[in-house]
């Protein structure tokens, strides 16, 4: 009985983790009257700085509405993710192209999901857009973030150095044009952020394509390209009001005002005067048709809004000539992405009973001692607040400025540390792991912990019975138990995209079975998240700095929780407000203003994922902590989760 209630809540997560996913199967697929396929096909990188021809596959999700055959070729549309994202991303466009009878090829761009090969295959440029008289140097990885402006299409002097601009996209398009029952005389082109640097790329080596959508895009001065030979057809421009990333508002701090510069009304829209938000301008019938869609939301959530889908729906059925049922407006993709967020959060939960099991059986045993309720040795309330106090502005106000260092310019080699904005994460949580070491330290052997007389058992790191000594058999086995447990959930997401094709995720990627590139780099990167866990989020957080219990286990687990969240994810919460409060006014993001539009962008967006995503592994830590009373298998779970986040399928270089 003591295995059995563990074991059955165990079952019953997993169960309703492969029944959510089963549900959203049945959306993605419209209940039936969509066929979703996935594969790979071919390609081939360009000569140049980044690889001299290498070969590669790009793998693709295909969703072909009922009916749909050679007989009665249908309409189609290239859908492409942007940056640290993947094809599933792309799931709201392709599933509401699909249910209006257009085929939907969405594609994971060069460096992303489960395509080769890594983003250097783009190539980069000598220099920015912004700054054609200077050459841009550093790493290669920073130079490809640096010239993401530079396209192929672009003057020879401008795009020297850039292979592939289209990531990928180009060999896709033919790939669509290619299948039977495409009508390769109606095929329109979309992407989001990176992926719209990719449509424009696209869009210009294919002149005949029929539309083109830009989800938060930037837009391209006529004198950069040949404007008598490139074509760009109906053009839809979905504009983010608060967009962090300045390339997507013209370089200027807020969108407000951008529908009046001569970059919009006249090089993009071609009138002669400035121009109104969410008005169509010229036809769908020769090409000429132009719109600036304003939505009110940010960078990273337009791939799902509401009145950017139905704006995309409403410009692709009219230029592409499909069906008008259902109507623009008429979207289901939500409920698969809500679908999919139970999935994940049902497998995450399954983690807890399962570590209630194993430690059911006598080999794991020994993980549990119960916590000490008598002669704690707490802080002083004064001293935690200094402490916590420390914590969150060292973090805060380090995260724009190390996690941007490693992300393009640290030094690191770069066959080993390929994850791009990984390196940056890594960068700035080792640091912070390093800082709370060096005071933890001393804080023991010389501080206000060694007059307390601390012991590594209070440190959550030692057993009871000999409270000054590591247990190293208790370490292994936490670490045992920690890989038992997370491949048991890897195999729970294996079988979801066996049966469903969907990964445990909510709108970006999460869960994702490893390709072999992407499991060596997720060994690379779990020593730093190992290290920050168990001595930030472990030692630190439930030894130093631990809470008094309440007055019932559920209501010490929810203080606990919170307490946990405030210490580890305070200083970001700061950057938050620091970075949307000035936007939300009117001045602009004020990260961008404070310190400069360097330390904007990527990690400032990232932060809608990152605070929810820590959030929840701090809730597995303190239940960890609180069951074990040790810190080490919450620890070693968290670190195999985050860097399997990490690694599974953000970009690679």
Known sequence: MKRFKPFAAFIACAALALLSAGLASLVQTDFGRITVTSGFFNTVVPDGPAGNGITGRIAYKLYVPDGTDAAAPAPAVLVMHGYQNDRETSAAYSIELARRGIVALSVDLYGHGYTSPGMKGRGWGVHKLTNLDK???????????????????FRPDISRGVTDSSMGGKDAYRFLESLPF?????????????????AWSVA??????KALVLQCGELIPREYYDAESVKFNNVLLVQARWDEFDYFRDYQRNVTGLEKTPLRYRDFMGQSSPVEWDKTYGSFADGSARRMELIQNNHRLTTHDGHALTAGMYWFTNALGAGTAPADSDHIYMIKEVLVLIAMLAALASLLPGFLFLAGFKFFAPLVQPLERENLRLLPPKS???????????????????????HGLLPVPENLFRMTIGTGFITWLTFLMIVSLVMLIHWYKKGEGKRMGVTLYD?????KAVPGRFNWSAVAKSALAAF??????????????????????????????????????????????TAFFTVNAGVKLYGQLRLPERRTPALTQLVWWGYSV????????IIVLIEYIPFFMGLGPGVDLIFSSLFGGPFMSVMILLIPQFAVFFFLSTYLYRRSGRVYTGSFIVAILASWVLCGGSAMF
Do not use: N
């Open 135 to 153: 050459t841009v140097s550093g790493p290669r990885r920073f130079l490809i973030m640096m010239t993401f402006s530079v396209l192929d299409f």
């Open 182 to 198: 495409v009508d390769s005389t109606r095929i329109g082109i979309t992407g989001h952020s990176m992926g719209t640097w990719a």
């Open 204 to 209: 210009a080596a294919f002149p005949e394509h």
């Open 384 to 406: 935690r607040r200094t402490t916590v106090l420390i914590s969150v502005l060292v973090s805060g106000f380090t995260f724009p400025f190390l996690g941007q260092l490693g």
């Open 459 to 463: 440190l959550g790191l030692a057993d």
């Open 484 to 529: 038992i447990l997370t491949g048991i959930m890897y195999l729970q997401v294996c079988i979801s995209a066996a049966l469903f094709q969907l990964d445990f995720r909510f709108i970006w990627p999460f869960f994702k079975p490893f390709t072999p590139e992407r499991l060596g780099q997720f060994f690379v990167y779990l020593l730093f998240y």
């Open 566 to 573: 405030f210490v580890m994810l305070g200083g970001v919460f």
